[in-house]
Structures are given as C-alpha cells and as structure tokens.
C-alpha cells in the first residue's frame, strides 16, 4: 500500500509539472491565435497587382539586386550562405557540415563534414536539410524580388485602412508552395511588412517588418533584421557583390 501511494504521490507531481508548465504556454497560444489569426484575404488579379509590385521592385531599385552575382550573409548566426547567383549554386555551412548546392540540378551537389567530402547513406539527407536551409534563409534576405518570380499570382488587396496591399501566392516552388504573403508599403512604395499564411505557421496572417536595409557594394538593397511578434530574426555579415 505505501509503494502505491508513493506512487499516486509522484504521479500528482509529475502531473502538476506538466501542468504548470504546459498551462501557461497553451493560454499565450491561445491569446495569440485570437488575436492574430485572420483569413487569408481576397484580392483582384490584373493591371493594378502588377502595377503594385514593379513599384516595388522599382523602389529597391531591382536592377542593382539583379546586376548583383554573388550574396554572402548569416542567418540568426547560425547558417552561413554563399551563394553565386550566375552560377546558380550556394555554399550552405552550418556546424561541421558544408553543403555546395547546385540550385538546378541537386544530384550534382557536394557534401563536406569537417572539411573532408562525405559520400555515405546521409549525403542526400544533408542535401536536403540544406536545401531547405536556403529556401528559408534567403527568402527572409530577398522576398521582395521574388515577387514576379515563375509560378506567383499576384493580387491587390485594398486594407481595412484603405490603403494598397500586395497579396503574393507561390503556386509552385520552394520548399512549401501554396504559400501566400501580404505585403505592405511604406508611402514611397517600399516594403516595410508582410503578413504570411505558410504552412509551417499554425497561426494564419502573423506579420513580420521588413526595415533595416543596408546597400551592398553591388547597390543591392538587403534587410538586416525583422522582427516576428516579440522575435527578432537577424541577418548579419551581408555582401553583394558584382562580380
């Protein structure tokens, strides 16, 4: 009798734990869902949508970004890039892992773990996991010039404060398509927001800021940081060059 009781003792304390710890974490869940979740908005495809984005893309003056051949930054200080747009391929490091990706054909992409080429079981493992790494990480870089890019739908969006949003759907592509941004505009036309219904993302029109831009070398226009709810996601050691 006094192995159960001990028993039903430590049951209620293992109990309790879980529940001051999980109970807490459900309410902010639950606050936050309320308060932020919305319905993906309806928009109208047409001149008016492709009108919104070129000025966009004009207001970050895009021929610099595309004039831009090689990008190198850090990602929240964990994931490195280099990534040679000409040749469509990227040095993704993160740990002890290197991954060159070739970005058209990943069958012909390299593997290195500390420093030494690893061809075994987990080669296309890694390949993916750094695949993913940089369909991530460079879209929190260059978003804004992915918005014409093959198999987006474009729509505008007129907010409940009457101004002109830009609402971007990938259609195909990436790691998750199906994806679909709203962006918003500072008054000279440059992104200042975004509120994003992804699938990763159990609340649905969570908005992040796009700010901080800094000019590289090459006149491309990159952010440093945004900032999701109360995180900040920081992208540090940026540089664009012409090459």
């Not at 039903?8 to 807490?24: D, E, H, W, Y």
């Not at 079981?121 to 978003?143: C, P, R």
């Amino acid at each position: 009798m006094a192995k159960a009781s001990k028993l039903k003792k430590a049951l209620k304390i293992i109990g309790g734990v879980i529940v001051f710890f999980t109970l807490p974490t459900l309410l902010l869940f639950g606050f936050i869902y309320f308060k932020y979740n919305e319905e993906l908005p309806t928009g109208q495809q047409g001149p008016k949508a492709e009108l919104l984005a070129n000025k966009m893309l004009k207001s970050l003056d895009e021929s610099a970004y595309l004039n831009t051949d090689y990008i190198e930054w850090t990602f929240k200080g964990r994931q490195k890039y280099k990534w040679y747009k000409s040749d469509n391929t990227c040095e993704v490091y993160w740990k002890d892992f290197t991954v060159i990706l070739d970005l058209e054909n990943r069958n012909n992409s390299k593997v290195f773990v500390l420093e030494q080429e690893y061809n075994g079981v987990e080669k296309q493992g890694y390949i993916t996991k750094a695949e993913n790494y940089f369909n991530n990480d460079s879209f929190w870089l260059v978003a804004p010039y992915k918005v014409l890019d093959e198999g987006t739908e474009r729509r505008i969006v007129i907010t409940e404060d009457h101004k002109e949003a830009l609402l971007v759907t990938y259609k195909t592509g990436g790691t998750t398509p199906g994806d679909s941004y709203l962006w918003h505009f500072d008054d000279e036309g440059k992104p200042k927001s975004f509120q994003m219904w992804v699938d990763i993302l159990p609340i649905k029109g969570l908005e992040a800021t796009w700010g901080n831009w800094t000019t590289t070398e090459s006149g491309a226009q990159l952010p440093t940081f945004h900032k999701l709810l109360i995180l900040g996601i920081e992208i540090t050691d940026i540089k664009g060059l012409k090459m």
